[in-house]
């Protein structure tokens, strides 16, 4: 499968965007998703993952975007999104979104776990 993520862009504080990972190749179905980012000077973080349907699209969420991040998947599109709403400047980063086929991991909170990698979509919070 090849993963692409869309949707970054600029964005005032308290502002919303809606990234989009879109699958080719394959059905996204078949894979659990994560949501990750990197900024400038730092490690790469998971924010959001979320397995399949057939595995009760089970959600994980980092702490630092609890209450404020939604991931979802959208099967009639092939597609998963995270929506990040009230947005802070620490939010800005890279973000990617990988994969791995449902079974083949033992966590979603290890980025080690996932497979498949897309390129990353650039997100600007300004304050």
């Known amino acids: 499968v090849q993963l692409q993520a869309s949707g970054g862009g600029w964005v005032q504080a308290g502002g919303s965007l809606r990234l989009s990972c879109e699958a080719s190749?394959?059905?996204?179905?078949?894979?659990?998703i994560g949501w990750f980012r990197q900024a400038p000077g730092k490690e790469r973080e998971e924010v959001a993952s979320?397995?399949?349907?057939?595995?009760?699209?089970?959600?994980y969420y980092a702490d630092s975007v609890t209450g404020r991040f939604t991931i979802s998947r959208d099967s009639t599109d092939n597609t998963v999104s995270l929506q990040m709403d009230r947005l802070r400047p620490e939010d800005t980063a890279l973000y990617y979104c990988?994969?791995?086929?449902?079974?083949?991991?033992?966590?979603?909170?290890?980025?080690?776990?996932?497979?498949?990698w897309g390129q990353g979509t650039l997100v600007t919070v300004s304050s």
């Open positions: 979320i397995t399949t349907f057939a595995n009760g699209a089970e959600t």
């Open positions: 190749g394959s059905t996204l179905d078949d894979y659990a």
């Open positions: 990988a994969g791995v086929l449902e079974g083949d991991y033992n966590d979603l909170e290890t980025e080690g776990s996932f497979d498949y």
